[in-house]
């Protein structure tokens, strides 16, 4: 039981991560639930409060982890972290290099991306941030191919043609972007995530001169539905803008 990481969900759809301590109690506006009765209870099951307020009981999924765990940076939402896999094409075994590591949330996507076998190289300026993202990766992926750095691409040293793919959430991703295409293999994908239409614009025009050939330009719309028969209607509060992302492919023998 001893730190087993849960997801309980209340009547109204809120959802808090728990991770089970002996003696442990979990506090709720609505009563309390000990540790024990969510560990008896297990996946799948139900617990009640003390004031009767039931509560299910999940293994928290990627995107639920994501969204509810520790941060000191915004993440990258689930929704645009499932197109970066899909416009880096990942499979397993592969390496990828990512800057800036943030919270977290785009490295954990990677790193299930390649697997056991693969391979996440992960830097980040920003120490504290650092720090969170390596527990919060820890907390929830026990595997050990994650190799997280301090500092920037500036100062690191990359094998040329070294990546499977390189993942970019940087504000000035166009400072590194000649050095991640060198280390990036031919016929890959270097993708950056981006809030404003300003910095794509510059990143495209910074990228001209390298062996990048832009793919596409996007931002990912996730419109959720209220479904309760008889009636379904879009959501009233809905993710809106959260970024645009990159893709580029890079070139042989530039």
């Given at each position: ?26 506090h ?69 290099l ?38 919060n ?5 026990q ?61 495209v ?32 509060q ?7 992302l ?9």
């Amino acid at each position: 039981m001893e730190g087993e990481l849960f997801l309980l969900k209340d009547g109204k759809g809120r959802a808090f991560l728990v991770r089970l301590r002996a003696g442990g109690v979990f506090h709720h506006h609505r009563g309390t639930v000990t540790h024990d009765a969510i560990a008896q209870a297990g996946p799948g099951g139900r617990v009640y409060t003390h004031l009767g307020e039931p509560l299910s009981v999940h293994r928290p999924t990627l995107e639920e982890y994501v969204l509810h765990m520790r941060r000191s940076a915004t993440p990258t939402y689930p929704k645009d972290a499932s197109a970066i896999l899909t416009l880096l094409d990942l499979t397993p075994g592969m390496r990828v290099l990512e800057a800036g590591t943030g919270s977290g949330g785009l490295t954990l996507f990677l790193a299930r991306a390649v697997g056991k076998e693969g391979l996440v190289e992960s830097y980040e300026r920003r120490p504290q941030h650092l720090a969170q993202a390596e527990q919060n990766v820890r907390a929830f992926w026990q595997v050990e191919n994650v190799r997280f750095h301090l500092g920037g691409l500036e100062e690191a040293e990359l094998a040329p043609e070294s990546f499977h793919g390189v993942a970019l959430d940087l504000m000035e991703p166009w400072k590194v972007l000649e050095k991640a295409t060198s280390a990036l293999m031919p016929d890959r994908f270097l993708v950056a995530y981006l809030p404003n239409i300003t910095q794509v614009l510059e990143l495209v025009q910074r990228a001209e001169g390298l062996p990048l050939k832009l793919e596409r330009v996007l931002e990912v719309a996730w419109r959720e539905w209220e479904v309760r028969l008889p009636v379904a209607h879009p959501r009233f509060q809905q993710v809106g803008h959260t970024a645009f992302l990159v893709a580029f492919r890079k070139w042989k023998g530039s």
